[in-house]
């Protein structure tokens, strides 16, 4: 079981980033994006359901910003990030989950992460 995310960099404040995930070795019920800020510990970021594609957003600092979608004929999810702000600077980790839950703890495979710097 492997998840592979890609597509993070450096962008200015404002800006866009799109990062995708995808995943080979089996299906999943549920994938997840969360992140890590320095010093902080990993939140959650969005989830999306891998049948029904019902999707789940953290709180308003990332509602209406961000947009996760997929595309089940290639295992992959993506991540759209707009208006990026310095805060949302952090390493952006996906997950894959057997059931539907937007709790970390549930989320049994994760990705090596990717990095996103936010520049003011």
């Known amino acids: 079981v492997q998840l592979q995310a890609s597509g993070g960099g450096l962008v200015q404040a404002g800006g866009s980033l799109g990062l995708s995930c995808t995943a080979s070795?089996?299906?999943?019920?549920?994938v997840a994006w969360f992140r890590q800020a320095p010093g902080k510990e990993r939140e959650f970021v969005a989830a999306?359901?891998?049948?029904?594609?019902?999707?789940?957003y953290a709180d308003s600092s990332v509602k209406g910003r961000f947009t996760i979608s997929r595309d089940n004929a290639k295992n992959t999810v993506y991540l759209q990030m707009n208006t990026l702000r310095p805060e949302d600077t952090a390493v952006y980790y996906c997950?894959?989950?057997?059931?539907?839950?937007?709790?970390?703890?549930?989320?049994?495979?994760w990705g090596q992460g990717t990095l996103v710097t936010v520049s003011s």
């Open positions: 070795g089996r299906t999943f019920g549920m």
């Open positions: 999306i359901g891998r049948i029904d594609g019902v999707t789940y």
């Open positions: 997950a894959a989950a057997k059931q539907i839950t937007t709790r970390e703890r549930d989320y049994d495979y």
